[in-house]
């Protein structure tokens, strides 16, 4: 997907199509990624469960890492992997 100019966007920045959070990647706002650990994660899906994006990908109900196109980098699945897994590090992503 193409960015649109500011004479393409609706005024005020208004989002008309309902439904359309897949078109939108959002994983280039991130300053920091989340790193999975896979010998270290216990499968609890606290991170998927938590995760306010789309970003954690589950296969027949198992943790298989992240979809860094909509990940934000926000943490949150970091801080709430269980602390005796720690199986979610963030680095830097630049
Ligand atoms: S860093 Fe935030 S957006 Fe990315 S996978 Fe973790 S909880 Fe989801
Ligand atoms: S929260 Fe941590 S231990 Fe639990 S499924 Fe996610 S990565 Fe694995």
């Known amino acids: 997907m193409s960015l649109k100019s500011w004479r393409e966007l609706p005024t005020g920045g208004v989002i008309l199509e309902a439904g359309n ?3 939108y990647k959002t994983g280039s706002w991130r300053a920091f990624k989340p ?4 010998e270290r994660c216990i499968q609890c899906l606290f991170c998927w469960l938590y995760c306010p994006e789309p970003a954690v990908k589950v296969v027949d109900g198992k943790m298989q890492g992240f979809d ?6 926000c943490g949150i699945c ?3 992997c ?3 897994a720690h199986a979610i ?4 992503e630049f």
């Open 89 to 92: 590090e963030m680095v830097p």
């Open 78 to 80: 970091a801080k709430e």
């Open 68 to 73: 860094y196109d909509y990940c934000k980098g």
């Open 82 to 84: 269980p602390e005796k």
């Open 35 to 38: 790193v999975w650990i896979e």
């Open 21 to 23: 959070a897949a078109e």
